[in-house]
């Protein structure tokens, strides 16, 4: 059974950082490719950062680069997602993502909230 367990959302003023974690099980994560996505109220989901399964070739969608970096951890099956100089627009709802096709996972998602 495939499970994941979201962490390190919350509310927090620009400028601030924070480091979401996503720790899975029931799959063999280091053959996955690790993803985080958000989507704001009204928005669609939009992929924020993606790493290969052995940890290479991070890439970032254009706002968040040189702010964001992801990371993975496959001794603990964890990805993870550091958030520095937010702003209030990265407000949305987090999602971690495993690929490796055909299959493709989802994590259940963390709230961050931006605001001061």
């Known amino acids: 059974q495939v499970q994941f367990v979201e962490s390190g959302g919350g509310l927090v003023q620009p400028g601030g950082s924070l480091r979401l974690s996503c720790a899975a099980s029931?799959?063999?994560?280091?053959?996955?490719?690790m993803s985080w996505y958000r989507q704001a109220p009204g928005k669609e989901r939009e992929l924020v950062a993606t790493i290969t399964n052995y940890g290479g070739n991070p890439n970032y969608v254009e706002s968040v680069k040189g702010r964001f970096t992801i990371s993975r951890d496959n001794a603990k099956s964890t990805v993870y997602l550091q958030m520095n100089s937010l702003k209030p627009e990265d407000t949305a709802v987090y999602y971690c993502?495993?690929?490796?096709?055909?299959?493709?996972?989802w994590g259940q998602g963390t709230q961050v909230t931006v605001s001061s």
């Open positions: 029931g799959f063999t994560f280091s053959s996955y490719a």
């Open positions: 993502h495993a690929r490796s096709r055909p299959w493709d996972y």
